[in-house]
């Protein structure tokens, strides 16, 4: 840890604190995870979920894992730097996105997505608070904590997702979902992008499926028979409710905006576009430039000038079953060295160029 300054906490959670760090070499900056539970082996450190999918995905809007240090039995992950968080940016703003922002920010997720998906893992938590940016031009996956590989075999019992933007079929405690759960969850982010307010802001599980009853009207037996099912093993009955309209809710959003928000937020899971095919959808067809532009390029002294300021850091959101800021990596080849100086052990991940 000695490469590393430290100035200032950036967040705190049941697993670990965030800090703000820079390279004393550099002055790159970075963030800097301390695990809370101490690790006496690299085989236990290797084996957790975020390290596992982030060795294995490498992707511009994938969150980058710089490095893994495990000294005196303490865990850090050191990520690459990134300004705010999505809910962040959009809390501070006083009118609403322009078109063009929502679909670049979409965009980029997407792409994230569909290659985390391709490479065989799905998320499980994506919400604002784990779409990390610096400004609406350059967007990133992260926290992979509760990351799964498509091809593990279920029954999945444990926690999954933030609420207000979990997919129905997990509310009805389905144990053998997949990828089309987090298809469900940017659909929900790209309705409070273009509204800055969650679309489905439930206050408990059962409330959470009536407001969804509410606004996409209640599914019939014959569009998602396992709903059903699930619903009876847990004897909940369905409420009659008929469809609110989209364009009655998101006023602001295009016909081709809201065609690829309600195919993505479809009740039977089986009947979402993947994450790759929703790339293909007409919203995106513009003739816009869409994906990661050009970034100005870094001073001596490795900072960006754009990004002098300090990061904004988020308050306290009042989002039930909330999980803290958490890990996001990316990464490859790892090589092991050993520092006999500083009794430590880091663990670098040397990007594909």
């Known amino acids: 840890m000695n490469r590393y300054t430290v100035s200032k906490q950036l967040g705190d959670g049941t697993y670990g604190s965030v800090i703000l760090g820079n390279v004393k070499e550099t002055g790159e900056k970075v963030a800097i995870k301390k ?7 690299w085989e236990e450190c290797l084996d957790l979920r975020e390290v596992k999918s982030l060795r294995k995905l490498n992707h ?17 992950f050191v990520f690459e730097f990134m300004k705010e968080n999505l809910y962040q940016m959009t809390k501070e703003r006083s009118k609403l996105f322009p078109e063009s922002v929502i679909r670049n920010i979409i965009y980029q997720v997407l792409q994230g997505l569909a290659f985390m998906h391709k490479h065989g893992f799905f998320h499980r938590d994506l919400k604002p608070e784990n779409l990390l940016c610096s400004g609406p031009d350059l967007v990133k996956i992260a926290d992979f904590g509760l990351a799964r590989e498509i091809r593990s075999r279920p029954p999945y019992t444990d926690y999954v997702s ?23 969850a940017i659909g929900t982010i790209m309705a409070e992008l273009y509204m800055l307010r969650p679309l489905l802001p439930g206050s408990s599980e059962i409330d959470q499926i009536f407001r969804t009853c509410n606004t996409l009207g209640t599914p019939r037996q014959e569009e998602w028979k396992e709903g059903y099912q699930l619903a009876s093993a847990m004897n909940f009955k369905w409420p009659q409710c008929t469809a609110t309209s989209l364009k009655s809710l998101i006023p602001n959003a295009s016909n081709e905006a809201l065609h690829l928000m309600k195919d993505m937020m479809m009740w039977n899971p089986a009947k979402r576009p993947s994450s790759a095919q929703s790339l293909r959808y ?20 490795g900072i ?50």
Do not use: C
């Not at 979990?166 to 053998?176: D, G, H, I, N």
């Open 162 to 184: 933030t609420r207000w933007y979990r997919a129905p079929e997990v509310l009805l405690r389905s144990t053998s979902y997949s990828s089309p759960i987090d298809v469900w």
């Open 35 to 41: 695990m809370k539970k101490k690790y006496y082996s």
């Open 304 to 353: 960006n000038a754009a990004d002098r300021k300090s990061p904004v850091q988020s308050p306290p959101r009042t989002i039930p079953d909330n999980k803290p800021l958490s890990d996001n990596l990316s990464s490859l080849l790892p090589t092991i060295s050993n520092t006999k100086k500083e009794e430590s052990v880091s663990l670098y991940f040397v990007m594909n160029t």
């Open 60 to 76: 511009p809007n994938i969150i980058k894992l710089k490095e893994v240090i495990r000294e005196s039995d303490m865990l850090y």
């Open 282 to 301: 007409q919203y995106f067809q513009v003739g816009q430039n869409l994906g990661i532009q050009p970034r100005p390029p870094f001073s001596s002294n």
